[in-house]
């Protein structure tokens, strides 16, 4: 992301820029990079856009086979973010920068709150183009969330009490990767890493004593990361339908060379009532196995405000 952006302020500060002012929605920035051996000459262009989400929906929430949870159904107040920036090259170099964010909070009737949905996802790509739909592709994938999540029961005094299950930077995965990529556009977009690694770092080990395990997300008590080296393919569909009705799907499989893969399948259906409010429905599948032997699941029905920028 960084680098990115780096690379944009040089362009900025050395270039001529040309075309409408930026704006949020249909974007679009050219850059004009001058060539210092013929005057006036155009030597490089490139192009900048981006792009905001925002919603702010009510969801009812059901988890299947999740730890220290079996099965629960809650009311849950749920916001998104997604801020995403492109810089290209019409020759099919691309620099993406796009940034998730979700939490919810759950309201229960013992006057337990806690933020359930917590998600913040840093996604950065480095494509260049090879024939037609086909490209090299360096992948950076961030995941973490920000508050603390607490699994609450009650001690042999009648007390409630509360055990830490996971919290900032506990953990933080980052799968980083060396493939190619091929995007059938506006429908699929498929990442296979040919070379890839995945670190998990655990920073509060407080999660090992609320737990009693050995081990979290892969990393031994006595470790504060692992890093596991594999192959990587995450699969993207994104269609939309009349401008009303929006699919997503979202697959993403690491297989360590040692230790079965794991795998994260995020599917949903995005249904635009008026320019302003829209529905849901979301079912996210994974399958870790030093967290649970059961495949996990978790679906979710929300309504609510909704902008697109």
């Known amino acids: 992301m960084f680098a990115g952006l780096g690379l944009t302020v040089v362009f900025l500060a050395v270039g001529s820029l040309k075309g409408q002012d930026i704006c949020w929605k249909d974007t679009v920035k050219i850059i004009h990079l ?52 492109i810089l290209e ?9 796009s940034f998730f964010h979700t939490l919810g909070v759950q309201f229960f009737f013992d006057s337990i709150s806690k933020f359930q949905f ?50 900032f930077l506990t953990p933080l995965v980052w799968t980083f990767s060396l493939g190619f990529c091929w995007n059938w556009k506006g429908v699929l977009d498929m990442n296979f890493g040919l070379s890839s690694a995945r ?21 031994p008590k006595d470790k504060s990361a692992l890093f596991e080296y594999g192959i990587f393919l995450r699969l993207l569909v994104d269609k939309s339908f009349r401008e009303k009705v929006l699919w997503k799907c979202e697959i993403q499989l690491f297989k360590n060379f040692n230790t079965p893969f794991d ?20 079912t996210r599948m994974f399958y ?15 309504f609510g405000f909704n902008f697109h920028l």
Request: proline share 2%; net charge positive.
């Open 89 to 97: 090259r019409p020759e099919g170099f691309r620099i993406r920068n």
């Open 199 to 219: 670190l998990t770092y655990v920073r509060d080990k407080r999660v090992f004593s609320s737990t009693g395990q050995v081990s979290f997300f892969g990393v």
């Open 118 to 167: 917590d998600e913040n996802v840093l996604d950065t790509r480095f494509d260049l183009k090879i024939v037609n739909n086909f490209s090299a592709t360096l992948s950076s994938l961030v995941t973490t969330r920000i508050f603390d999540d607490y699994f609450y029961s009650i001690n042999d005094s009648g007390k409630q009490v509360r055990f830490l299950q996971s919290g």
């Open 34 to 85: 001058q060539d210092p051996c013929v005057p006036g000459a155009n030597r490089l262009q490139w192009r900048w856009s981006k792009e905001l989400d925002y919603a702010l929906s009510c969801s009812d929430f059901l988890e299947v086979n999740r730890r220290n949870m079996k099965n629960a159904h809650q009311m849950t107040l749920l916001q998104n973010i997604k801020l995403q920036t």
């Open 288 to 302: 870790e196995e030093t967290q649970s032997q059961h495949l996990q699941l978790e679906n979710l029905i929300s």
């Open 263 to 282: 795998f994260f399948i995020k599917n949903s259906i995005d249904i635009r009532i008026t320019k302003y409010f829209k529905t849901s429905i979301q």
